[in-house]
């Protein structure tokens, strides 16, 4: 899919103008400020190559990049920069790469799904005019939307983990139910350390570009700014990670104490079963001289004397509170 967008020059100059391109000369026609390519097929990189002069390789996403190559400079003055971006679903959140390329003062954007930061940048430089100047505050913007989207899906773990708190510090909690939590807390995790990948990245990228001076005054601070945001969101996921090994915690102490009170059912049984077994045993001898084995009582005698040798310890056991 190809998305090309210009800037409104009119009245609300500084708003984003999304055009419609079904063909290399629907875009010879227009001059844009950014062009988003989502998983574009071989005929739409043929025409970014035609009408800017841009070779797109096909593995300019790829995962295998060298670290340093992932924000760079060439000589003839295309800036390219590799950004992951996040993407927060209840199915399978995950990190997906973006790669950006600014050239001849258009920025390019190449990505092999959509992605929430790129729809909530579109919705806002359609609707708010003097948004966007150039392509560097495109690209800036982006950043700036990542960062606040990280922030909500912050919150999301917040909101989770408090339901979790809920379940396992207020209520019995079963096996079952430590499991569910379990489940829930490893989900957590994982979002919150996706979360922290994703901003360390864009405070490199960010910091790359502040570097390479290609922002103005104002554009440095709005960087500095995306900067200072993040840092707060560094010590939030500090703050999450110390809350979910908590709740891990938490919740494991639960299973063992639940797997300790069985344990202690088979520990108790197993005690109160020995005095019967040892008069069974006796009774069991095979010698001679045992009074009451000729008795017509003996028998009902055993069986009354093992009864009571097991109700004697249960009542002990059950008055000190060990088998609750």
Same mark, same amino acid.
Do not use: C
């Given at each position: 899919?190809?998305?090309?967008?210009?800037?409104?020059?009119?009245?609300?100059?500084?708003?984003?103008?999304?055009?419609?391109?079904?063909?290399?000369?629907?875009?010879?026609?227009?001059?844009?400020?950014?062009?988003?390519?989502?998983?574009?097929?071989?005929?739409?990189?043929?025409?970014?190559?035609?009408?800017?002069?841009?070779?797109?390789?096909?593995?300019?996403? %790829?995962? &295998?990049? $060298?670290? +340093? !190559?992932?924000?760079? @400079?060439?000589?003839?003055?295309? /800036?390219?920069?590799? #950004?992951?971006?996040?993407?927060?679903?209840?199915?399978?959140?995950?990190?997906?790469?973006?790669?950006?390329?600014?050239?001849?003062?258009?920025?390019?954007?190449?990505?092999?799904?959509?992605?929430?930061?790129?729809?909530?940048?579109?919705?806002?430089?359609?609707?708010?005019?003097?948004?966007?100047?150039?392509?560097?505050?495109?690209?800036?913007?982006?950043? %700036?939307? &990542?960062? $606040?989207? +990280? !922030?909500?899906?912050? @919150?999301?773990?917040?909101?989770? /983990?408090?339901?979790? #708190?809920?379940?396992?510090?207020?209520?019995?909690?079963?096996?079952?139910?430590?499991?569910?939590?379990?489940?829930?807390?490893?989900?957590?995790?994982?979002?919150?350390?996706?979360?922290?990948?994703?901003?360390?990245?864009?405070?490199?990228?960010?910091?790359?570009?502040?570097?390479?001076?290609?922002?103005?005054?104002?554009?440095?601070?709005?960087?500095?700014?995306?900067?200072?945001?993040?840092? +707060?969101?560094?010590?939030?996921?500090?703050?999450?990670?110390?809350?979910?090994?908590?709740?891990?915690?938490?919740?494991?102490?639960?299973?063992?104490?639940?797997?300790?009170?069985?344990?202690?059912?088979?520990?108790?049984?197993?005690?109160?079963?020995?005095?019967?077994?040892?008069?069974?045993?006796?009774?069991?001898?095979?010698?001679?001289?045992?009074?009451?084995?000729?008795?017509?009582?003996?028998?009902?005698?055993?069986?009354?004397?093992?009864?009571?040798?097991?109700?004697?310890?249960?009542?002990?056991?059950?008055?000190?509170?060990?088998?609750?």
């Amino acid at each position: 899919m190809l998305n090309v967008f210009t800037l409104d020059k009119g009245r609300l100059s500084g708003r984003l103008l999304q055009e419609e391109i079904d063909s290399a000369a629907d875009l010879a026609g227009v001059q844009p400020i950014w062009v988003d390519l989502e998983d574009p097929t071989a005929e739409e990189i043929g025409w970014i190559a035609g009408r800017f002069g841009l070779h797109i390789p096909g593995n300019i996403v %790829d995962d &295998d990049l $060298e670290e +340093s !190559a992932r924000f760079y @400079e060439e000589d003839n003055g295309e /800036l390219h920069i590799r #950004s992951d971006f996040l993407i927060d679903d209840d199915v399978t959140p995950r990190n997906v790469r973006v790669a950006f390329i600014l050239h001849n003062n258009v920025l390019f954007s190449v990505h092999a799904e959509d992605l929430p930061v790129f729809r909530l940048l579109r919705l806002r430089a359609r609707r708010i005019p003097a948004l966007i100047e150039d392509a560097k505050d495109v690209l800036l913007k982006l950043y %700036d939307a &990542d960062a $606040e989207y +990280s !922030a909500d899906a912050l @919150e999301g773990i917040y909101d989770a /983990l408090e339901q979790v #708190s809920a379940r396992v510090l207020k209520q019995d909690v079963d096996d079952a139910a430590a499991g569910e939590a379990l489940t829930a807390i490893a989900k957590e995790e994982d979002l919150n350390g996706r979360i922290r990948r994703n901003v360390m990245d864009t405070r490199r990228a960010v910091s790359f570009m502040m570097r390479s001076r290609m922002l103005n005054a104002e554009q440095f601070e709005e960087a500095r700014q995306i900067l200072r945001d993040i840092d +707060s969101l560094d010590s939030h996921t500090a703050f999450l990670f110390d809350k979910i090994n908590f709740l891990m915690d938490a919740t494991v102490g639960f299973i063992n104490i639940n797997q300790n009170k069985i344990i202690k059912i088979f520990s108790v049984a197993s005690v109160a079963l020995l005095p019967p077994t040892l008069i069974a045993s006796i009774y069991g001898m095979n010698f001679q001289h045992m009074p009451e084995l000729q008795q017509p009582w003996g028998y009902p005698f055993a069986l009354a004397l093992m009864v009571a040798s097991v109700a004697a310890p249960l009542l002990y056991f059950r008055r000190k509170g060990w088998m609750r």
